[in-house]
């Protein structure tokens, strides 16, 4: 069973950036679909991103495209968040999470069987 654990978020001013990344346990990190979710006070959580296991396809949500940029780097079981001109609406928690079922684990939350424990980002203006 894999373990997940997030780290880089933070307190960050209106526009700036952030990079979150995702340690998981496994050796064969490279099994896993990866995905970033987050959850906003008195919100559902919501998709952010997802990355099939080699990293040769990924999504965006339609709210951070051109923004955010998810990668991974199999060798170092890590999965990346990288977030530029942040603003107030992307506070949250950013949760990352895994799945074995698919190559691509896509934007529904249930598909994944593996979370983290999720890092806050504040996003102040």
């Known amino acids: 069973q894999v373990q997940l654990v997030e780290s880089g978020g933070g307190l960050v001013q209106a526009g700036g950036s952030l990079r979150l990344s995702c340690a998981a346990s496994?050796?064969?990190?490279?099994?896993?679909?990866m995905g970033w979710f987050r959850q906003a006070p008195g919100k559902e959580r919501e998709f952010v991103s997802a990355?099939?296991?080699?990293?040769?396809?990924?999504d965006l949500a339609d709210s951070v495209k051109g923004r955010f940029t998810i990668s991974r780097d199999n060798a170092k079981n890590t999965v990346y968040l990288q977030m530029n001109s942040l603003n107030a609406e992307d506070t949250a928690v950013y949760y990352c999470?895994?799945?074995?079922?698919?190559?691509?684990?896509?934007?529904?939350?249930?598909?994944?069987?593996?979370w983290g424990q999720g890092t806050q980002v504040t996003v102040f203006s």
């Open positions: 999470a895994a799945t074995q079922r698919a190559y691509y684990g896509g934007k529904n939350p249930p598909m994944y069987d593996y």
């Open positions: 496994e050796r064969t990190f490279s099994s896993y679909a």
């Open positions: 990355i099939s296991r080699s990293g040769l396809s990924t």
